[in-house]
């Protein structure tokens, strides 16, 4: 259907608009156009995003430190290293624990705030934003608050406040990793920041769900409650859930924002983006074993999307328009 | 009040029908779910009410023996000694911050919408090769690509420049992606009418589609703001001179100084919340749609 529009255009066009010689030659040819169009998003792309991933995949085969344009290759030596060094694996490791814990806990909260407001007749709208406002707060401005004032160690800090009324002692949340508290003052904050945006993704999602569903079911006998939730509106979240769990991987690997704030001066609880951070631009400017990590991340990272997508069965994410 | 959301008006005719209240589940009468509800909405508010209390509060009240629900006296003063302060420029690092997110803002929705657009709708045998390229590279997570990245921009000599902080970012393959997504979607006739009239592609594309998008750009230009503003990791690799800080790596610093002046920092976390409440607030519409529609988060 295009392809007779574009067949008739241009001789219309000859005939109309003479004095317009460089449109006519945009319209003329299609594939000039289309790299007209793509064009300076393809260059961008292929400096800022190709040429780094390239550059990377070659700086972690060679010793380079203090330099990018090194000329001993090493082989896989970096990659060795990285696998080898505690502190990155002990990251990886800890990380994946984190991944498992906290995004069933963020899908569950933000599924459960939208079946709360789904159900409201009244303040909907206000309910939603509160749960929504979190959205626009970034990861360093919410770890500020948590660090100096709910978690602060401190006496005067909240939870200690609220705590020392049923005389409990002050709680060193983050300067101390025996017992590590320091996780419940990540993932509260994490949750805060993120559960109101997948909610939107389920209200979405949950207004979508055709009401027959649910007549039937009432007809069928199903009690509303936990049957139909169970038998009706879960399985009908499926497209969005699986969604939602891959965003939510992808996230908690790429931990840094909150980490790297609340946890600055510590030893434990680095992130494996973190850990590179200091191999790569710390001190010892290691950019060939920066490198290797970061690859190594990468394939782990696909490898527990692909894993995720094989379990909960997806390919595509159509249903995502 | 319900009514200015769109989303409201669809669920609406549901609203009458009685099996609705049956929803997610009988389990809760109708007060049990408001004090659910209101008990949420709580604690997802208690972050907010310490910022401003601490905002407005002396540091005194803030360190004092018994937790003060609100300051006695309410402290204006901390803003002005907030921007009188010489060890950080937070002026400067707020400008830094609204040159950046809005030149995010401007240069990712013109590069990406118009690569969506030449891929959705502009006839060339190889174009899908092309869409798998900028496909590839949503397999690779951004952030794990900050060290080359931070490497060919040094190399550059854009380090502790606007280039240095904005240019890297515009060319988001899922921003791209998802304007392919909603261009498939545009209604072919209008751009026809379009071409009978004489326009080209780009004509059509700029007098027929863009003004007939406005809510979809709309909604990709507050997300795209809101993570242009609260971005930090490439902000911090990159501002490496006070001078050009984002007001995200100003508040980082103020948490790894060594003297710690409560009221200051809770009035600078405010103030850099303060500009992003606003876009909440009045183009809460858009983000929610944009969300919903989309589906997924740039």
Known sequence: ?321 | MTTTIPKVRKSAPKADTPSRAGRGGGVMSSTGLYIATGVAALLFLIPFYILVRNALSTDAEITGENWKLFPTDIQWGNISELFSDETVPFAQTLWNSAVVATLHTVGVLLVCSLAGYGLARIPYKHANKVFYAVLGTLMVPTAVTFVPSFVLVSSLGWVDTYRGLIIPGLFSGFTCFLFRQYFLGFPKELEEAARMDGLGYWGAYWRVVVPNSLNFFAAMATITFIAGWNAFLWPLVIGQDPSSWTVQVALSSYMTNQTVVFHMIFMATAISILPLVFVFLFLQRWLVQGIAQTGIKG
């Open chain 1, 1 to 321: 259907m295009s392809t007779t529009t574009k067949l008739d255009v241009p001789d219309s066009a000859t005939a109309k608009a003479s004095p317009a010689k460089p449109r006519r030659g945009l319209r003329g040819s299609p594939t000039l156009t289309f790299w007209l169009f793509t064009g300076p998003f393809l260059i961008g792309l292929a400096i800022f995003v190709y040429a780094p991933i390239l550059w990377s995949l070659w700086l972690s085969f060679f010793e380079a430190r203090f330099t990018v344009t090194p000329d001993k290759f090493v082989g896989f030596d970096n990659y060795v290293y990285m696998l080898t060094n505690e502190d990155f694996v002990g990251s990886l490791g800890t990380f994946t624990v984190f991944a498992a814990f906290i995004v069933p806990t963020t899908w569950a909260l933000s599924l459960g705030l939208a079946l709360l407001v789904n159900r409201l007749r009244f303040m909907r709208a206000f309910f939603r934003s509160v749960f929504f406002l979190p959205t626009a707060v970034s990861y360093v401005a919410a770890s500020l608050i948590w660090k100096m004032s709910i978690f602060s160690g401190v006496r005067f800090g909240l939870m200690n406040t609220v705590l020392g009324w049923f005389g409990v002692e002050n709680i060193a949340w983050l300067i101390d990793p025996n017992p590590p508290w320091y996780w419940l003052v990540i993932v509260t904050a994490r949750l805060w920041l993120q559960s109101g945006f997948y909610m939107i993704l389920f209200i979405a999602a949950l207004q979508n769900i055709p009401e027959e569903l649910y007549e039937a079911a009432a007809i069928d006998g199903a009690k509303s409650g936990w049957q139909t939730f169970w038998y009706i509106t879960l399985p009908q979240l499926r497209a969005t859930s699986t969604a939602v769990i891959l965003l939510l991987l992808v996230a908690a690997y790429q931990a840094f924002d909150e980490f790297f704030n609340l946890l600055s001066k510590t030893t434990w609880g680095r992130p494996p983006l973190v850990e590179l951070y200091y191999k790569a631009l710390g001190e010892s400017q290691d950019y060939g074993a920066g490198s290797a990590g970061a690859l190594i991340l990468t394939v782990l990272i696909c490898a527990v999307t692909l894993l995720q997508g094989k379990i909960m069965g997806f390919g595509r994410g159509d249903e995502s328009k």
